[in-house]
């Protein structure tokens, strides 16, 4: 029972990261960003060259991850989405703007990376027991660097000038531009900044699960499994869905062959949205 | 605050769908370059090139283009008297059966290529039948279901050593040499996965090993194994069997197994690669025994280094697991040498020459034939007859345990 305990709050840790980026994307611009795992795949390939192929500090990777998937989020906010928002009223196009923007980041780490999957060592080494579980100190520091990064996300989203802006334009994109910020500068802040922990959680899973070009899918998929579960665009629901899913596979993977896991997870799925479709914390109106 | 959730995504969905068939379809490409002048040979390579398992693919398609520019470096192959420049035509059907059925079209019906190399999974391979008999063509697939070779199947030739030819092979070597009682078998939840899956526990019981757990499975798509080693490492296993496992996931799940505080074997009836080990198991990459294939020090010959030289071109950086997709072209090029050019469009010309084809290894450096194989499987020769190897992973090299060969 610890050992599902201690699986399933890494795990949650780690997924909380990754709903966290395309819930605010998803709330201050009205995108469901389908290219979010290929940005956490970037993510974890930069932090690989850095780290492998430059030798340089883990800490360096991560950074560098953090700040180049940020500012390809924002030219991406900034030259496509932000436009084909103001030219076009299906809501459609920004889906199919995405998922082509997925494919084209897919394939340009492809040509860039190969096929390979990529990783890095353990940043510690060692393995903790608790009780009679098995924490690896890496999987520890991992969890410990997310919990850090997602209460300075919450920090800033409701303590700062910029964050508040973004949760107003997330409220209402009308009475925020009424109120004279500039959003088109905050969708562009917000998507970068989603981006930036898109590619900061592929930095920190790099470590643990390694990588490779076409993990992207995967990663967006599990990202709007946690955002439908919580309630889209709904910061805490992100968390919530986040922790639901995480200890959802560690109890699925103790109690039942692996193949029985994802089947349970999405027939609940499914009816937990027949009963609330709008997930836990979302607004029955969106 | 947001406007209909649930039918965005649903909408999303569909769009993911309708852009992947698009991306794949943008995806057909010739890979080789067109020659102006001279006699060509197309050779046509299907597989998975994009997603998770896109290193399946990629290896064959970078293993047949190296191929082919040794080949064109020569002048091009001779056959009957003339030189045919090599050309690759490569489709990506993303693992996706509907994707490889209009790529098997477009290969053997629009570009009238009668050999083909590929597909990666029983799926993909097992679509491809139909397709290959319109046009009689053959085809040369990475996948193990016994149905694509055993009559009245005779259009496809395995490219590998099937696992279930691989894992008694495994099994029996660690029994006797390394005293493996207890084996536990962690599997990919796909038809591959789970029929190694199955084709190994088999072989454990014949051998009268004990299996002390053989349900547990992961997903294709899994990132974090260790949920599903910690149960497995449980049951104290003297060897934890991989079957069908991608270079990507094994050395993850070795990973998380150590971690777990595992010391066992690991064994896997797929071909891995060093590299990708190193980098994400360390040290807990060592004790693995997998399938090997030309490319260990101790046994390649001259003409393996040069493939490693001209793959490495081709692809960038040498992957362990071309050694295992070495062969095909290079046997379906000495087969059209020995028929002569009516076999390049008549495939039965091709089909009446496999019993009696034998060429040297060009990849060993022993003196050892190559010839077609499979008939105590399939009842007739449908199989390169590519020499089993096992390797076994020990201070960050892939170490020779053993050479054999099948049937």
């Known amino acids: 029972m610890e050992q599902i305990l201690v699986n399933g709050a890494i795990l949650s840790a780690n997924y909380a990261l990754i709903a966290l980026g395309i819930t605010l994307i998803f709330g201050i611009m009205n995108v469901l960003n389908f290219a979010h795992g290929q940005m956490f795949m970037i993510g974890g390939l930069i932090v690989y060259t850095v780290c492998v192929v430059f030798k340089l500090p883990y800490a360096v990777g991560l950074l560098a991850a953090a700040v180049v998937v940020g500012l390809i989020g924002m030219l991406l906010e900034r030259t496509l989405f932000q436009r084909v928002m103001r030219i076009s009223s299906r809501e459609e196009n920004t889906m199919l703007l995405a998922v082509g923007t997925a494919l084209l980041l897919e394939n340009i780490a492809l040509f860039i990376f190969g096929e390979k999957q990529r990783g890095i060592p353990p940043m510690v080494s060692g393995v903790y027991r608790l009780g009679s579980a098995f924490l690896p100190a890496n999987r520890l520091l991992v969890f410990a660097i997310s919990l850090a990064l997602i209460a300075a996300v919450l920090l800033f989203v409701n303590f700062t000038r910029q964050g508040r802006a973004m949760r107003a334009l997330a409220q209402d994109r009308t009475a925020t531009m009424l109120m004279g910020a500039d959003v088109n500068r905050i969708s562009m802040l917000g998507f970068g900044l989603g981006a930036a922990l898109a590619g900061i959680a592929g930095g920190l899973l790099i470590s643990v699960s390694g990588v490779n070009a076409g993990i992207g899918t995967a990663i967006s998929t599990k990202a709007f499994i946690m955002i439908m579960i919580g309630g889209a665009g709904v910061i805490g629901g992100a968390l919530l869905g986040a922790v639901a899913l995480g200890f959802a596979e560690a109890i699925g993977y103790a109690l039942f062959p692996g193949s029985v896991t994802y089947l349970l997870i999405f027939t609940a799925l499914i009816l937990f949205l027949l009963i609330r479709p709008q997930g836990i914390m979302g607004k029955p109106w969106g | ?407």
């Open chain 2, 1 to 407: 605050m947001m406007e209909a959730t649930r039918r965005r995504l649903l909408k999303g969905a569909g769009a993911l769908a309708v852009a992947g068939v698009m991306a794949a379809a943008v995806g057909l490409g010739a890979t080789g370059a067109a020659f102006a002048e001279g006699k060509t040979l197309k050779i046509g390579q299907l597989g998975v090139m994009s997603g998770a398992e896109a290193s399946w693919g990629l290896v064959n398609k970078y293993a047949a283009q190296a191929t082919a520019d040794m080949w064109n470096a020569k002048g091009g192959v001779d056959i009957g008297g003339e030189k045919y420049k090599i050309e690759i035509v490569s489709v990506d059907d993303r693992n996706d059966p509907k994707l490889t059925v209009s790529g098997a079209e477009r290969l053997m019906g629009q570009e009238g290529i009668r050999y083909v190399i590929g597909s990666n999974t029983d799926v993909t391979a097992t679509s491809i039948r139909p397709i290959a008999e319109k046009y009689n063509a053959m085809y040369f697939p990475y996948a193990s279901s016994r149905s694509l070779y055993t009559k009245p199947a005779e259009n496809a030739v395995m490219g590998m050593v099937a696992s279930y030819q691989v894992a008694p092979a495994i099994l029996k070597l660690l029994k006797a040499e390394r005293g493996v009682q207890k084996v536990a078998f962690v599997a990919r939840n796909d038809s591959d996965g789970l029929s190694n899956r199955d084709d190994a526990v088999k072989a454990a019981k014949d051998l009268g090993l004990d299996v002390v757990s053989a349900d547990a499975t992961y997903e294709a798509n899994a990132t974090d194994f260790f949920p599903v080693m910690s149960n497995v490492v449980a049951t104290a296993p003297d060897l934890i069997f991989l079957p069908a496992s991608a270079p990507s996931n094994t050395p993850l799940l070795m990973r998380a197994a150590r971690e777990l505080g595992y010391a066992g074997l690991f064994a896997s009836d797929s071909g891995q690669d060093i590299k990708v080990i190193n980098e994400m198991a360390g040290d807990a990459g060592n004790g693995l025994v997998s399938i090997g294939g030309a490319s260990a020090d101790a046994i390649r010959s001259e003409y393996m280094d040069e493939f490693i030289k001209a793959y490495t071109k081709v692809a960038g950086e040498w992957n362990d697991e071309a050694g295992t997709k070495v062969y095909a072209l290079e046997v379906i090029l000495a087969t059209l040498q020995a028929t002569g050019p009516a076999a390049i469009d008549d495939t039965n010309v091709f089909k009446a020459a496999i019993p009696g084809f034998s060429m040297k290894n060009p990849f060993l450096k022993e003196d050892s034939k190559l010839t077609f194989t499979g008939e105590a499987d399939y009842g007739q020769k449908r199989q390169i007859g590519v020499p089993l190897v096992l390797t076994e992973t020990k201070d960050g090299q892939f170490t020779t345990l053993a050479i054999g060969q099948v049937d």
